[in-house]
């Protein structure tokens, strides 16, 4: 237990404050002069962690490698555990322990089972790990029986396939959580029945938690732009493969990566199609283009934009003022004769207008005013802020466009896509994620069941090209009644199963297994309708590229559909019977199944205790440690701020007459 003695009998109210909340609280002492972590007997060193990431890059297919070090610097055996994020679309198929020269694969199981048998090596004294999926982006690694002194790397690696948009690929490696809220539920809204605390210890340096990232695009085509948006980065080019590296070789991790690459103009792609063939089965990964926007007329509809803004605690700092920045290019491009309103929530939801209001020159004055004003503080009740604007009563002719500016930092997401597929009706959900580690997956996914798109802003120099894009989609007829024709003597299951509406620039994306082989000359027909007209596409499916990976990446589809599908009423045994039975066939990591190592050979001596420490994560760039706890802040922690400052009166009263004695010595002196 480690102890503070003041021998200063000057020192500030100030000065003490802050070390009696370091004491309570010792995630957030600067890990520089040795992080201490809560134990069972008291407070010790936390084991260390750095990052090697690997990224290879096939056509549409990305394999990334995580190596996670970690390294017990204490004099006791312990069981290291960290709370990660990877892309919510990442498909996790495989998991190595390293322990000196040698490692151990790791084995899917039920995610029970997997608890099980990690816990039982665990009391026996084995070194093992366990790798488990809390949220789509957020997992989990456990290792126990590090010894003193020793290191174990856990390397986990998965796939995904790469976002294409307005001409762009890119792909965006997580590096840090964003601490996420409980909120209170509404009347209407259950709460998650999985709801765990998704916030691991944060610190605003350390020295550990280093990353090192290497990639290798083989895009299959020549480019004309290959960059890093928050990272410098080196890029060289050899025989097609471009290679990439940061250039520092190594960077904090507290701000996710974005990597992202350009085809020269006239290699730009209209469609492309990968295949994989599993037990005889052919798996499919299909990308078409709709036409640009020189095919699109210009005719616009009336439009009602209603924008929603984030003002907790979680984006205090840099964050705010991107979504300050974003909100206020939003009222710039509001066109004459559109309606309006914005809508800003903390811990209460506080609109600007009680309904939408034209968008005339006093009405947009009075709007950038109050976006001006708008500060950080406060909890994330997310809930009621989007229920006030998808409930206000709409206008006629008008389509209803919501753009929701936020960094996603909750737990209840699942209460949310609810709250959207019951009361969307006719809008469009468009979000807007900011800062340097969103959470992606809310926003995608409120996108999705909001027949919108999503946008991230982890910049404010990005802020101005983003909001541009967005709102050329908003402003642009989308792509609807989208339908996916396959030969008829193939039985197809393909995801999703129903095509979103698409925003100019997007693509089609289709996963798909077939029952059997197709024949030379088959083709898949995608054909869709806009204010412009009808548009059909046909892509050949015979002599397609292989790419190894397409088969999981089906199975990922396959999983995240029949988890849609049980949250808009499905059968839960029904669900998780087929996600299981998916998962183990493929080798994933899932809400119901988990990856398990486990050494053979017992290390730790049977008498010898295990000491538990959570692994800290660096606050996102842009917030702090500190800020951390309004942006998250339920009663509880008031209650525990009120606590320790009830204990610090109580101290000061004990020592206050000592304390006065001493200084009325040391004056006479």
């Known amino acids: 237990m480690q102890r503070t003695t003041w021998t200063n009998p000057g020192l500030s109210l100030t000065t003490t404050l802050t070390a009696v909340l370091l004491l309570a609280n010792p995630a957030l002492a ?9 134990t069972g007997d008291g407070y010790a060193n936390a084991p260390l962690l750095n990052t090697d990431v690997n990224i290879q890059v096939n056509g549409l297919v990305a394999r990334v490698s995580v190596m996670q070090e970690f390294e017990n610097d204490s004099a006791d055996w312990v069981e290291g555990t960290y709370v990660f994020p990877l892309p919510d679309t990442a498909a996790v198929d495989h998991m190595r322990m390293y322990i000196g020269d040698r490692f151990i694969e790791g084995e899917i199981r039920e995610k029970e089972q997997a608890r099980k048998e990690y816990e039982a090596a665990k009391a026996s004294g084995k070194k093992t790990s366990l790798v488990e999926q809390q949220r789509a982006n957020l997992f989990t690694t456990a290792v126990a029986n590090i010894a003193p002194g020793e290191k174990v790397i856990i390397e986990i690696e998965y796939l995904e396939d790469l976002r294409y948009d307005s001409g762009l690929f890119s792909l965006r490696y997580p590096m840090t959580v964003t601490p996420r809220y409980s909120p209170g539920h509404a009347p209407s809204e259950e709460a998650p029945p999985d709801s765990l605390p998704m916030t691991p210890p944060l610190v605003s340096a350390t020295r550990g938690q280093r990353i090192s990232l290497q990639a290798n695009v083989n895009a299959g085509m020549p480019l004309e732009i290959v960059a890093s948006r928050y990272h410098p980065v080196n890029v060289a080019e050899a025989n097609g493969t471009y290679l990439i590296s940061l250039a520092g070789g190594q960077a904090p991790m507290d701000h996710d990566f974005e990597l992202l690459w350009r085809p020269v103009p006239s290699a730009q792609p209209r469609a492309m199609a990968f295949a994989e063939t599993i037990n005889g089965q052919p798996h499919y990964l299909l990308m078409v283009v709709p036409p640009g926007s020189d095919l699109i007329s210009g005719a616009m509809l009336p439009r009602e934009m209603i924008f929603i803004i984030d003002t907790s605690g979680s984006m205090h700092g840099v964050s705010i003022q991107q979504a300050k920045q974003a909100l206020l290019s939003a009222l710039d491009d509001l066109r004459p004769g559109d309606k309006f309103n914005v809508i800003e929530f903390n811990s209460v939801t506080r609109p600007l207008f009680p309904a939408s209001v034209t968008a005339a020159a006093g009405s947009i004055d009075s709007a950038t005013r109050f976006v001006r004003a708008l500060d950080a503080d406060g909890g994330t009740e997310m809930y009621p802020a989007l229920d006030f604007a998808l409930r206000t009563p709409s206008y006629d002719s008008y389509l209803r466009q919501v753009i929701f500016i936020t960094d996603g930092a909750v737990d209840n997401e699942e209460g949310l896509f609810q709250l959207i597929d019951a009361r969307l009706q006719g809008a469009r959900l468009f979000t807007v994620g900011i800062g340097s580690a969103p959470n992606s997956w809310f926003m995608r996914k409120a996108a999705e069941a909001g027949r919108g798109t999503f946008t991230t802003i982890s910049s404010l120099h990005e802020v101005g090209e983003k909001m541009d894009r967005l709102f050329q989609k908003l402003e642009n007829p989308q792509f609807t009644d989208i339908d996916v024709q396959w030969p008829s003597s193939v039985i197809v299951d393909s995801y999703p199963s129903v095509t979103p509406d698409l925003y100019l620039g997007e693509p089609i994306s289709i996963k798909a297994r077939a029952s059997s082989a197709v024949r030379p000359g088959d083709v898949v027909r995608i054909s869709g309708n806009s204010i412009s007209g009808a548009w059909s596409s046909e ?64 290390e730790r001596p049977a008498g010898d205790p295990l000491a538990n420490k959570a692994v800290v994560n660096l606050a996102p760039h842009g917030s702090s440690a500190n800020a951390a706890f309004p942006a998250t802040a339920t009663d509880a922690e008031q209650l525990r701020l009120t606590g320790i400052a009830c204990l610090l009166l109580a101290a000061l009263l004990l020592l206050g007459p000592a304390l006065r004695r001493r200084w009325f010595h040391g004056s006479l002196a």
Request: hydrophobic share 45%.
């Open 539 to 602: 892509l050949p499916l015979a002599g397609n590229t292989q790419s190894a990976g397409v088969g999981a990446l089906w199975a990922r589809a396959r999983i995240a559909e029949l988890l849609d599908q049980q949250r808009r009423g499905g059968d839960p045994e029904q669900t998780r019977v087929a996600v299981v039975t998916t998962a183990l066939a493929h080798h994933l990591v899932s809400k119901y199944t988990s990856l398990v190592a486990i050494d053979k050979t017992p």
């Open 30 to 38: 600067d890990a520089q002069t040795g992080l201490l972590l809560a």
